[in-house]
C-alpha cells in the first residue's frame, strides 16, 4: 500500500475549545483505561464527563475512582445524550461497530486505541465518517513519540532498508483447562493473540522509521486453541513497496535468557537493532539509550492540547494513516485462514471496503 506520510493533512484546523475545559468521554474502562488515558486526562485538566463498559463492576470502580458523573453500558446512548468534545474509544478492537461514527457525526474528536477493529470493513466505515467529518483524529501508536524511535528513525533517513525483522520471544501460553475463566484477551477469534496486539504496532514502528509500506502479506499461525489460549507462534512474511522484506515473529515458547533485539533493520551496508524500550545499536555498537519517557501520556497531552487549540500540529499520525498498519496485519490474519496464501494489501484493502 503505497501511503506519503505527507497525507497525513496538519493543515486543517478545527473549532478549538476556549474559555473551558475540554470534555472528555470515555468508551471501554479495562486496564489501558484505568492505567494510562484516565489519569492523564486528569492531569492534563480534562473534565471526564461519561464513561462507558458492559461490565457494570468495572464502569462502577473506574467512575469511583475517577469521580467520573455520568455511567453507560451503552455507548450510542452515552453519544447522543452527553455532550464532551472527544471521545478516547478504548474498547477491544472486536467490540467497535459504529460508536466511534455516531460520535464523529456529532463533530466530536476521536482518541482510538489500537487495533482499530477486527476487520477493515469495520475500521474504513468510522475512517470515512472522520474524514467527512473533518473531526480531529488519531489511533494509540505512541511509540512514534519515544525518542528511541524517532532517532531510529533519523539514523535509517537516508539508509536503503533492504529487510526488516521482528521478533517476540516469551513463555507458553495459559493452558486452558488451568483458567479460572475464559476472558475475550483469551479467546483468539477475539483478541487476535499477540499478532494483532502487537502487530500492529510492529507494523506501525516500521513504517514509521523507514517511510516504507507494505506491500504483499502471508502468515502462518500454529494454533491449539482446544489447548491453549494463544497460537504457541506466527509468523508473519511482507513484501515491502521498495522491494524489502519483513518478517514478523511471535513465539510463545520458553525464552533462551539471551536478549534478542525486537527489531533488526538490515540497510545496505550495515543493521540498526532496537531493544525493547532501551537501546539501539548501529553495526553492532550502542549509539543511543533511552531514559524515562512516557509515551502514553506524551500522546494524550499532544491530542488534548490540538483539541484545545483545533490545530492538528503535532499529531504525528490520524485515524486514516493508522488503517495503513492495520490493513497488513488483518490480511495476514485471512492469509493464515487459508493455508498460508499470499495477499495483495491493496486489493485486500479495497476488497474489505466494500
Same mark, same amino acid.
Given at each position: 500500500?503505497?501511503?506519503?506520510?505527507?497525507?497525513?493533512?496538519?493543515?486543517?484546523?478545527?473549532?478549538?475549545?476556549?474559555?473551558?475545559?475540554?470534555?472528555?468521554?470515555?468508551?471501554?474502562?479495562?486496564?489501558?483505561?484505568?492505567?494510562?488515558?484516565?489519569?492523564?486526562?486528569?492531569?492534563?485538566?480534562?473534565?471526564?464527563?461519561?464513561?462507558?463498559?458492559?461490565?457494570?463492576?468495572?464502569?462502577?470502580? *473506574?467512575?469511583?475512582?475517577?469521580?467520573?458523573?455520568?455511567? !453507560?453500558?451503552?455507548?450510542?446512548?452515552?453519544?447522543?445524550?452527553?455532550?464532551?468534545?472527544?471521545?478516547?474509544?478504548?474498547?477491544?478492537?472486536?467490540?467497535?461497530?459504529?460508536?466511534?461514527?455516531?460520535?464523529?457525526?456529532?463533530?466530536?474528536?476521536?482518541?482510538?486505541?489500537?487495533?482499530?477493529?477486527?476487520?477493515?470493513?469495520?475500521?474504513?466505515?468510522?475512517?470515512?465518517?472522520?474524514?467527512?467529518?473533518?473531526?480531529?483524529? $488519531?489511533?494509540?501508536?505512541?511509540?512514534? !513519540?519515544?525518542?528511541?524511535?524517532?532517532?531510529?528513525?533519523?539514523?535509517?533517513?537516508?539508509?536503503?532498508?533492504?529487510?526488516?525483522?521482528?521478533?517476540?520471544?516469551?513463555?507458553?501460553?495459559?493452558?486452558?483447562?488451568?483458567?479460572?475463566?475464559?476472558?475475550?484477551?483469551?479467546?483468539?477469534?477475539?483478541?487476535?493473540?499477540?499478532?494483532?496486539?502487537?502487530?500492529?504496532?510492529?507494523?506501525?514502528? *516500521?513504517?514509521? *522509521? $523507514?517511510?516504507?509500506?507494505?506491500?504483499?502479506?502471508?502468515?502462518?499461525?500454529?494454533?491449539?486453541?482446544?489447548?491453549?489460549?494463544?497460537?504457541?507462534?506466527?509468523?508473519?512474511?511482507?513484501?515491502?513497496?521498495?522491494?524489502? $522484506?519483513?518478517?514478523? *515473529?511471535?513465539?510463545?515458547?520458553?525464552?533462551?535468557?539471551?536478549?534478542?533485539?525486537?527489531?533488526?533493520?538490515?540497510?545496505?551496508?550495515?543493521?540498526?537493532?532496537?531493544?525493547? !524500550?532501551?537501546?539501539?545499536?548501529?553495526?553492532?555498537?550502542?549509539?543511543?539509550?533511552?531514559?524515562?519517557?512516557?509515551?502514553?501520556?506524551?500522546?494524550?497531552?499532544?491530542?488534548?492540547?490540538?483539541?484545545?487549540?483545533?490545530?492538528?500540529?503535532?499529531?504525528?499520525?490520524?485515524?486514516?494513516?493508522?488503517?495503513?498498519?492495520?490493513?497488513?496485519?488483518?490480511?495476514?490474519?485471512?492469509?493464515?485462514?487459508?493455508?498460508?496464501?499470499?495477499?495483495?494489501?491493496?486489493?485486500?484493502?479495497?476488497?474489505?471496503?466494500?
Amino acid at each position: 500500500m503505497k501511503r506519503n506520510p505527507k497525507e497525513i493533512d496538519l493543515s486543517l484546523a478545527s473549532a478549538g475549545v476556549s474559555g473551558r475545559a475540554v470534555r472528555a468521554a470515555v468508551y471501554g474502562t479495562g486496564s489501558w483505561a484505568n492505567q494510562t488515558h484516565i489519569p492523564n486526562l486528569k492531569k492534563l485538566g480534562v473534565d471526564v464527563v461519561a464513561a462507558c463498559d458492559v461490565d457494570a463492576a468495572a464502569l462502577r470502580r *473506574t467512575a469511583d475512582r475517577f469521580g467520573i458523573p455520568a455511567v !453507560y453500558s451503552d455507548g450510542r446512548e452515552m453519544v447522543e445524550t452527553e455532550r464532551f468534545d472527544v471521545l478516547f474509544s478504548i474498547v477491544p478492537a472486536f467490540a467497535r461497530t459504529d460508536v466511534e461514527i455516531r460520535a464523529v457525526d456529532r463533530g466530536i474528536h476521536l482518541f482510538s486505541e489500537k487495533p482499530q477493529a477486527h476487520r477493515m470493513a469495520v475500521a474504513l466505515k468510522i475512517d470515512r465518517a472522520v474524514r467527512k467529518a473533518g473531526v480531529l483524529s $488519531t489511533v494509540c501508536f505512541r511509540e512514534r !513519540y519515544r525518542p528511541l524511535f524517532r532517532e531510529a528513525r533519523r539514523i535509517l533517513s537516508k539508509k536503503r532498508v533492504v529487510h526488516v525483522g521482528f521478533q517476540s520471544v516469551g513463555g507458553p501460553p495459559p493452558l486452558k483447562a488451568r483458567m479460572e475463566q475464559d476472558s475475550w484477551w483469551n479467546q483468539a477469534d477475539k483478541s487476535g493473540g499477540p499478532a494483532l496486539d502487537w502487530g500492529v504496532h510492529a507494523v506501525d514502528y *516500521t513504517r514509521f *522509521t $523507514t517511510g516504507l509500506e507494505v506491500e504483499k502479506a502471508q502468515a502462518f499461525y500454529c494454533e491449539r486453541s482446544d489447548v491453549f489460549s494463544d497460537p504457541l507462534s506466527s509468523s508473519f512474511h511482507f513484501l515491502l513497496d521498495n522491494g524489502a $522484506t519483513m518478517t514478523m *515473529t511471535f513465539v510463545r515458547a520458553d525464552p533462551s535468557g539471551t536478549p534478542q533485539p525486537w527489531f533488526t533493520f538490515f540497510f545496505e551496508g550495515g543493521r540498526l537493532e532496537i531493544y525493547s !524500550y532501551d537501546r539501539i545499536d548501529l553495526n553492532g555498537e550502542t549509539v543511543y539509550r533511552c531514559g524515562d519517557f512516557d509515551p502514553w501520556f506524551e500522546q494524550d497531552r499532544i491530542f488534548v492540547e490540538a483539541v484545545r487549540s483545533g490545530h492538528r500540529g503535532g499529531i504525528l499520525n490520524d485515524y486514516h494513516d493508522g488503517l495503513y498498519s492495520l490493513a497488513p496485519i488483518l490480511a495476514g490474519w485471512d492469509s493464515a485462514r487459508q493455508g498460508g496464501r499470499c495477499i495483495e494489501v491493496n486489493a485486500y484493502y479495497s476488497q474489505e471496503g466494500r
